[in-house]
């Protein structure tokens, strides 16, 4: 599975994103779907989650309120929508395929990922 990571950007402090993570076949709708994130000079971190179906989503504290995970398993495509951005938010986003059917917060349990896409949000 291939995935295609877009929509990151530049924005001010307050603004909103939506970034998309298109995969290259329908394997991806039967597996479990996340973002992650990394920034200069740490490691990388969990944000979001998405079981295959989309019923059930996680958030880290971090995004929570603010950020919303969701699929679309007819366009094999992964969303996710950034609210209220604050300069601590900006990294590179990673999506990620489960090598099941739930989504999670464990690295580990992702087997494909994305090649990033690039947020900035000023102050």
């Known amino acids: 599975v291939q995935l295609q990571a877009s929509g990151g950007g530049l924005v001010q402090a307050g603004g909103s994103l939506r970034l998309s993570c298109a995969a290259s076949?329908?394997?991806?709708?039967?597996?479990?779907m996340g973002w992650f994130r990394q920034a200069p000079g740490k490691e990388r971190e969990f944000v979001a989650a998405i079981s295959w179906r989309g019923g059930d989503t996680y958030y880290a504290e971090a995004v929570k309120g603010r950020f919303t995970i969701s699929r679309d398993n007819a366009k094999n495509t992964l969303y996710l929508q950034m609210n209220s951005l604050k300069p601590e938010d900006t990294a590179v986003y990673y999506c990620a395929v489960a090598r099941g059917s739930a989504g999670t917060s464990n690295a580990e349990y992702y087997h494909y990922w994305g090649q990033g896409t690039l947020v900035t949000v000023s102050s």
């Open positions: 076949r329908r394997t991806a709708s039967n597996n479990g």
